[in-house]
């Protein structure tokens, strides 16, 4: 993912993160990437609870809880919307829309609400990952592991970027 393929925009007081990717697949294939909790836990981190409208959700490491919320807005394999809730953060939201692209289906997500600046860099990570499960479901270099080696490059990428828009 470059960082084209990633919007940051203030928000209130707050910040809006745009990511906007077309990924090599179908919108079923990537609708099931994106909630199911097996495949979410192959590229992003293990998922409990239910994934649909109205379903609460939960996001372990090493088997604690470090984020969950509530969907509540479900139009598969279109879209979806959930709150995001993280300990010592202010609730945000995550909407998440596929929609059919040249090459494969767009991935339009937008997590609106964002005080950390971690977030722009975080959901680069995510969106490479996810384009790599999908080309390769059976990569084991991906989840929570390829997240820790991932990330701290993608930080250095967005640290000048993040002090121009004034989120460092």
């Known amino acids: 993912m470059t960082e084209d393929d990633l919007r940051i925009e203030r928000s209130g007081d707050r910040w809006r993160i745009a990511v906007d990717r077309v990924v090599a697949t179908d ?25 649909r409208l109205g379903g609460r959700w939960e996001a372990l490491t090493d088997g604690e809880v470090w984020g969950s919320g509530t969907v509540t807005e479900c139009d598969a394999p279109n879209g979806f919307t959930t709150t995001w809730e993280v300990t010592g953060e202010p609730p945000s ?53 390829g997240f820790a080696e991932r990330f701290p490059p993608a930080q250095q990428r967005f640290a000048a970027r993040l002090t121009r828009v004034g989120m460092a």
């Open 93 to 145: 939201t995550v909407v998440v829309r596929l929609e059919e692209a040249p090459g494969g289906t767009r991935l339009l997500l937008v997590h609106d609400g964002v005080l950390d600046p971690t977030y722009p860099p975080g959901w680069a990570t995510y969106a490479g990952m996810l384009a790599d499960h999908v080309a390769d479901g059976t990569r084991s270099d991906l989840g929570p592991a």
């Open 27 to 51: 919108r079923a294939d990537l609708w099931s990437a994106c909630t199911t909790a097996d495949r979410l836990a192959r590229w992003m981190a293990p998922y409990r609870g239910e994934l």
